[in-house]
């Protein structure tokens, strides 16, 4: 019969054994050849997508720091050039295009308000006009093509009476706060 020191030797042993050959085995399964060929592919393909996918998705932040100074330039541009000192400037304006295409403005209400925009307000202006119908088309172009930021919101028909028409017009426009 074998001693007790023996029989734990074996034991040890075998469970080093075992320990080891587990190791290994699990090296196999993680390592590439514990993978049948299409499973590699598979993978590679699908780890290819993603990179790829990657690529797009940061496509767009490539050269943020210029594409950020040429936003600020832009901006600056557009304050200096697109929108009025003062609000008169704007009414100004509406009323030039509505007499050069021969529509009768009516009434018109402006009401301030702030913006989310450092050093721009915006007015909202609600206008009662009545002309024909093809010179208030003219003056809705005019206004849409106009280098004073402009834009309109609503247009409601009130009433037409032998080719004239009145209409309720609702535009925003922007100017430099401050003024």
Do not use: C
Not at 37 to 55: F, G, L, S, T
Not at 97 to 120: D, I, M, S
Not at 121 to 131: D, F, I, P, T, Y
Not at 166 to 178: R, T
């Amino acid at each position: 019969m074998a001693s007790l020191d023996q029989v734990r030797g074996r034991f040890v042993a075998a469970i080093l054994f075992l320990l080891v050959l587990d190791v290994a085995t699990l090296a196999f399964l993680l390592s590439p050849w514990g993978r049948s060929p299409e499973q590699r592919v598979d993978e590679y393909n699908r780890a290819r997508a993603e990179w790829h996918q990657k690529m797009r998705d940061i496509q767009p932040l490539t050269g943020m720091p210029e594409k950020l100074k040429r936003a600020e330039k832009d901006a600056d541009v557009l304050l200096r050039s697109r929108l009025p000192e003062q609000s008169s400037q704007i009414s100004n304006e509406i009323g030039k295009l509505a007499a050069a295409n021969h529509v009768k403005l009516e009434q018109a209400t402006y009401e301030a308000k702030e913006t989310e925009l450092p050093g721009v307000e915006r007015l909202l202006v609600k206008a009662s006009l009545s002309a024909d119908y093809l010179n208030l088309v003219k003056f809705i172009n005019a206004l849409e093509r106009e280098k004073m930021l402009m834009v309109i919101d609503s247009l409601k028909l009130n009433e037409q009476q032998g080719g004239s028409v009145k209409v309720d017009l609702m535009l925003e426009a922007f100017k430099k706060s401050g003024s």
